[in-house]
């Protein structure tokens, strides 16, 4: 086993459980041959770019963003024996192990291992149901003609859906158009 102090930072109203991979050296300990691929500030501009080359100067286009639930409680880990987290309990001051599911908050590697999942998507949504997408870490963001917009970000939730990791519904931004 490897372990790994723990710490809460108090973020949006929520204690959020942080693994000090630095502090326990485990981050120094890792080599990765990947790195993070997310959306880029263009990211609209390109798919605007692509529908006025087809369509003309004249249409609506419509942003719409939502965010993967609990998305790194989501992502099983491939060694989860390395996942073991132990706890104090408050009255008795006895410690008690539990399997942690998904990835570590402050592994170092654990954004890149969970970007690997909605890279995966992003490809298929676009290369299967016409999507045009991205995301940027647990975010998704569809862009399409103001009419489709809602359909398309349906439909790339109902993906998202089937394979495990829902959308939040309370994050959930309504994509809305702009004339352009």
């Known amino acids: 086993w490897r372990p790994i102090p723990r710490f809460g930072t108090w973020q949006k109203g929520k ?3 942080i693994d000090d991979a630095l502090r326990s050296k485990l981050n120094a300990a890792q080599c990765m041959s990947e790195a993070l691929v997310c959306a880029s500030a263009h990211f609209g501009l390109h798919v605007a770019r692509a529908f006025a080359l087809r369509l ?3 249409f609506a286009l419509a942003l719409g963003t939502d965010d ?3 998305a790194y409680r989501m992502i099983p880990c491939s060694h989860p024996q390395y996942s073991v987290v132990c706890l104090r309990e408050p009255g008795s001051g006895r410690a008690s ?3 942690l599911p998904g990835l570590n908050f402050g592994l170092g590697c654990a954004p890149v291992h969970f970007d690997r999942f909605p890279e995966l998507v992003t490809y298929a ?3 299967l149901l016409a999507i ?4 940027f870490y647990d975010d998704t963001v569809a862009a399409d003609l103001g009419s489709l917009i809602q359909f ?7 993906l998202y859906s089937l394979l495990g990791l ?3 519904a309370t994050k959930h931004v309504v994509g809305s158009a702009s004339e352009s």
Do not use: N, V, W
């Open 125 to 127: 949504a676009r290369l």
């Open 152 to 158: 398309s970000q349906s439909c790339l939730g109902e």
């Open 97 to 99: 192990f539990f399997l």
């Open 68 to 70: 993967i639930a609990s």
């Open 132 to 135: 045009p997408c991205d995301h």
């Open 166 to 168: 829902p959308f939040s």
């Open 15 to 17: 204690l959020r459980p």
């Open 56 to 58: 003309g100067p004249s």
